[in-house]
Nanobody
Framework: QVQLVESGGGLVQAGGSLGFSCAASGRTFSNKARGWFRQPPGKEREFVAAINWDGSNTKTTDSGKDRFPISRDNAKNTLYLQMNSLKPEDSAAYYC???????????????????WGQGNQVPVSS
């Protein structure tokens, strides 16, 4: 059974930092792009960041640029997201995902990610 298990969510104050990890089991994703999405309360899911199969290329939403570096460790089959200088508008449930592609074609399109984590809440207090 393939699973993506996220860890690292929790309450944080505005201006603070939080780190997420997403460990995969059941198969390797070392040849697949991976990404992070979020769903704010009452809103649709939105793209946060993505990384290609070997970590040589990344994409980040404009609101997260320079604040949300994404990285991966293929030896550990794990994806990471570091969130810095958090703002109340970053409050959301955060999900990791694994793409059907190895590269970053259509990286922001959720339906092109075939596996998803369970989601972790990140409330950011002002």
């Amino acid at each position: 059974q393939v699973q993506l298990v996220e860890s690292g969510g929790g309450l944080v104050q505005a201006g603070g930092s939080l780190g997420f990890s997403c460990a995969a089991s059941g198969r390797t994703f070392s040849n697949k792009a991976r990404g992070w999405f979020r769903q704010p309360p009452g809103k649709e899911r939105e793209f946060v960041a993505a990384i290609n199969w070997d970590g040589s290329n990344t994409k980040t939403t404009d609101s997260g640029k320079d604040r949300f570096p994404i990285s991966r460790d293929n030896a550990k089959n794990t994806l990471y997201l570091q969130m810095n200088s958090l703002k109340p508008e970053d409050s959301a449930a955060y999900y990791c995902a694994a793409s059907v592609y190895s590269g970053l074609a259509s990286y922001s399109r959720g339906p092109l990610y075939e596996y998803w984590g369970q989601g972790n809440q990140v409330p950011v207090s002002s």
